[in-house]
């Protein structure tokens, strides 16, 4: 305990109190709720069934209305506790409700019809987790198709992204040829090109390669990133050449110079570029949202948009599928977050 | 047999010579070494050699075969690094091992052949650990190993003893010359340092700019330098050039002599006359800085000198010990 | 256990390379090295970027280049056609309009904003905290969940029931249609996109911040410098490389603001919240009246300014350095 306040109330300097202290403190306390807060809330409410999602007030935790089956009745009835006139207070399933007055039977004598002002009943209700959120889309709609396909396109981009890019920034770092400064000017100048500046012409090129609505077409194109041969290459320019002079010295092919001793040493790097690329790919929305018009190629994110553009939403569906698609974007944050975090503050890169 | 021939090698980058028509030809099984201030050439000189680079002209030779267009690989050299360059996601066993598994070499013959290098080289104890877990000394064992166990028909060393501390460095050169000897492999060794070239060469190659200055034995170098560039490398402290002026009955523009080689004059001897400026006492020797007339000479003299700043010395000197210099500081017969 | 077939695949490969490399030599393994990566960038980068200028002279609504008529810079004429290019409502391409300036406006709000909140933050982390990576991990997770995921979250909140207006009944305010109040939906548009961002640019500010040798401080504090002072003295001339790295960075990202807002708020109500990548997605291919030539020109200009921007940082980068070596 004595622990903790020492914690809480460390200062800076260890002197008085001054105004930068509670406003660091303000910062990070304010900064943690709003920043895991509307996630948490999140979260919390994809566990609450329609009924309780279109309640106002919404309750904190999900709660269910308890339901009886009564004799006599074809649905189960809602549970409600009644205060009778006389001041007692009795558990009553309701049948009806005509205006202000709800028609309502003692679940112990369901023949009898007893008239309860609205005013003076209350629903009895449990804490319950409405995990068919998470199963309906599974069974009812497409779900596990627009789950694997997000996966097929992110492992397959990370696949080919490492690849391809680590053999460009071998041949940039460790090699001499005529062409290569401009290759180098090119791969720069298009680091801050997006996506949204060739638009029309790469759904084009798409399509005149028969890749429109394919998954190929959403995966090629985000390939060649940029930023992952600049930071590839910029950490194999630290490897020094002399260990390729060995290597060759050691009858080694350039092949094998590449997956036998820079693939090896490029390990760290190739391992940050890979969690950006998953996170990336796993996120992309656009890109897919164009190339996929088909519904059974949907990637996640294009289906979330898709369900959340619709007339009606279900939120109760849609709150569970955003939270399913957060999972594995929370699980690289739990796991991965400070080998990221130090990545960019090496490279200052996104 | 190894032997190998350079006709007329050289390379530039651009605009800039690097090796300016490089003759050159390395006898079977000697250790041969390039020595040179940094930027002359000589590890450009191995590279090319090695294969690791190639020539924009002339030829390379071994056992008359050329070999000037044919890849490091197929030229059946090894070679030692600077750096050691052993592959730090290896253990040792398999630094070793990597280049003969290249050649397709059975398992076992690898296995036998490592064993073999390890225990000549005393590393046997750590085949197992990463190259990062081993000290200095160890590491550049490790390298030479990775060219022993090649089998090869000639070393190539680029500096191989300057990354290692004073003492090791000395052991390491005479265990270096003992396995020489003991393989009787031709060997390429490149370094600044001249004293490792004099303690280890049959002969010496002196570069300078990309040329050759001089090729010949540590004593030939010493005892008579082509010209002025190496009768100054060679030798330590450097050698005193001095106006021939003070030298009376010298035709030539300048001469040489080596501090070693001046002495105190004993009474009635003619020397030089100087001013003792500073005195360096190291106990067996002691190195006087002395002045004529706005010359600098420094002096080696045996022993402990009784000296202080200011005195009046004359150095005397033995007539052979002068090296006459012409004015392009080559040397007069 | 990955590694083995990896191996066994990557063996497979090495004779028909070897004897490419018997032909090619070191230069044409490079050349191999290069390639896959620069045929993919070629394809899918720089081809569509010239590609794109032909788009912009072409008109009609088909997408294959054989059936678009050339119609020379009229797309371009179209886009400029206005009779007072602050009211949209004069101009040929109203939307376009609506769009750019709806563009200025956020992003001279929200760069102003990001980088004043991620400042903050950083220098916040950069107090002698305990746990400093875990309140650094705290502003840094939104950053990694989706634009879509973002856009829901929030949606979900600002709805007209949701979590915000529950907090304006418990204290007895009247509730707020966030998302369907033009200036409400601004706001919302610019704090959403802040919350998701600001963790990736306080990151950077941090590392810049703590880049700064704290002897420089220990030296103001022997001189008796005052706080604020050491701030706007030693902090921010330091940190200014980094600030001006950021500055650029929020900006050329906020010029292309799409995924999230498209998501909280369609780019409504009506058009309030219609972002320039929004339009050329709608135009190019989402709307009814499709115009994918228009969309290229629209492309091009917001490509130009781009361009400008990072020329800005480069030209500014390069001044810093040389002041630096001096």
Known sequence: MSRATEFVFRRRGGRGWHWTDLFTWFWLVAGFVLMFGPAIWLVNSSFKTPAALAEFPPTILPYVTAEVTVEGYDKPLQLFEVTLEDGSVRVFAEVRRVGTVAQMVDPANPAEIIRVNIKDRTPVRTVSFATENYVQPFLAFDMFRYLSNSVFVTVMATIITLITNSMAAFALSKYNFRGRATVMVLIVATLMIPLSVILVPLYSVIAGMGLFNSLWGVILPTVATPTGVFMLRQYMLTIPDELIDAARMDKASEWQIYWRIILPLTAPALAVLAIF???????????????????????LQVALNTYAGETNVQWHFLLAMTVITMIPVVLVFVFLQRFITTGIAGAGLK | MSRITLTDLSRSYGPVEVLKHIDLDIRDGELIVFVGPSGCGKSTLLRQIAG??????????????????????????AMVFQSYALYPHMSVRQNLAFGLENARMAKDEIEKRIQEAARMLEISAYLDRRPGQLSGGQRQRVAIGRAIVRNPTAFLLDEPLSNLDAELRISTRAELAALHKRLGTTMVYVTHDQIEAMTLAHRIVVLRAGRIEQVGTPLELYNKPANRFVAGFIGAPRMNFLPASMFPGSAAAEIGIRPQHLRRATPGETGLKTTVVMI????????????????RVLAVLPGQQQLSPGDEIALAYDAKDLHPFDKDGLRLP | MLVAPVGWLARLFDPPLRALQRVGGYGGMAVFFLAPNMLVFGIFVLFPLVLNL?????????LFL????????????????????????????????TAVWNTAGFVVVQVVLMVVVALVTALVLNRELKARSFWRAVFFFPVLLSPVVVGLIWKWILQRQGLLNLGLYELGLTQVNWLIERGWAFTAAVGVSIWAHVGFYALILLAGLQAIPKDLYEAAEMDGTRP??????????LLMPNLIVVL?????RSVQIFDEVYVLTGGGPGTATLYLTQYIYEIGFASHLRNPGLASAASILMGGVLVVLTLLQLGIGRRNEARGKK
């Not at chain 3, 604020?228 to 001339?237: N, Q």
Request: charged content about 25%; some cysteine.
């Open chain 1, 277 to 299: 690329s998953v996170v990336w790919r796993w996120n992309d929305f656009l890109w897919p949202l164009i190339v996929l018009s088909r519904r059974e190629l949907y990637t």
């Open chain 2, 52 to 77: 690791l680079d190639r020539p924009t002209s002339g030829k390379i030779e071994i056992d008359g075969r050329d070999v000037t267009r044919v890849p490091a690989a197929d030229r059946g050299l």
């Open chain 2, 280 to 295: 360096e006492a190291l106990g067996s020797e002691t190195v006087i800085h002395a002045e004529n007339g706005g010359q």
């Open chain 3, 54 to 62: 032909v788009y912009s002279t072409t008109g009609g609504a088909a």
């Open chain 3, 66 to 97: 054989g059936d678009r008529s050339f119609v020379g810079l009229a797309q371009y004429e179209r886009l400029f056609d206005c009779s007072n290019y602050l009211d949209p409502k004069s101009c040929a391409e109203d939307l376009f309009w």
């Open chain 3, 228 to 237: 604020a002072r050491m701030f706007w003295r030693i902090t921010l001339p």
């Open chain 3, 248 to 252: 650029v960075l929020v900006l050329i």
